[in-house]
């Protein structure tokens, strides 16, 4: 069973707007999420986190936002560029610290 | 600076063959994982070593094993190859143990034929 879920494969979007990527996930117990963005032939490049005891996170043009009694998380991009083309995935930590679970990921592009 | 480096960026074998793969962390990192990500899917974690000890394994065989050295490099083995272990194997490193961001390499494109 899928731990974490992105339900939406592909987002497409025009440059300028806002990209708004979701996540939804099955334990209460977890409590550190992170998003990563990945180009093709490259690894998952880290992008923000937040912790449970936030609801929000914010780093440049890209937040984080996390609902806990949802156990839902979502990405916003303001504003997207065509350079934000990627495939963006959610993860979370188990209890112990050490072990990433990633969702399917969703494809996001953008459009100039 | 240097980030995580993997070794090769592609191989090529076939069914029944032993492959291994390379990982060198990001310079003062101890910690290394190993994901597997098939076509379409988010990776899956295989391992995770620290200061040369297993710390975690994931739900695969025991044809996948993993070892990592002083100089906190790690190689990861599996044998008797299936077409099922096709896949991008990635490899991770942190600073330190847990709850840490984790730095990917570019990752080893496994081919079985």
């Known amino acids: 069973d899928q731990q974490v879920k992105q339900n939406s494969p592909s987002l497409s979007v025009q440059e300028g707007r806002i990209s708004i990527l979701n996540c939804d996930y099955t334990?209460?117990?977890?409590?550190?999420f992170l998003w990563y963005k990945k180009y093709p032939a490259e690894g998952p490049t880290f992008l923000i986190s937040?912790?449970?005891?936030?609801d929000k996170n914010e780093d440049g043009r890209f937040t984080v936002f996390l609902n806990k009694s949802a156990k839902h998380l979502s990405l916003h991009i303001v504003p997207s560029q065509p350079g934000d083309s990627a495939v963006y995935f959610c993860a979370t930590h188990n209890n112990a610290g050490n072990m990433l679970t990633f969702g399917g990921g969703t494809r996001l592009m953008v459009k100039p | 600076d240097a980030g995580v480096t993997q070794s090769p960026t592609h191989l090529i074998k076939t069914r029944g063959q032993q492959v291994t793969l390379r990982c060198s962390p990001i310079s003062g990192h101890k910690s290394v994982s190993w994901y597997q990500q098939v076509l379409g899917q988010g990776p899956q974690f295989i391992f995770q070593?620290?200061?040369?000890?297993?710390?975690g394994r994931g739900n695969f065989p025991d044809r996948f094993s993993a070892r990592q050295f002083p100089n906190y490099s790690s190689e990861l083995n599996v044998n008797a190859l299936l077409l099922g272990d096709s896949a991008l194997y990635l490899c991770a490193s942190s600073l330190r143990e847990s709850n840490q961001p984790q730095h990917f390499g570019d990752g080893t494109r496994l081919s079985i034929l």
């Open positions: 937040i912790s449970s005891i936030k």
């Open positions: 070593y620290y200061e040369k000890e297993e710390r």
């Open positions: 334990n209460s117990m977890f409590d550190y």
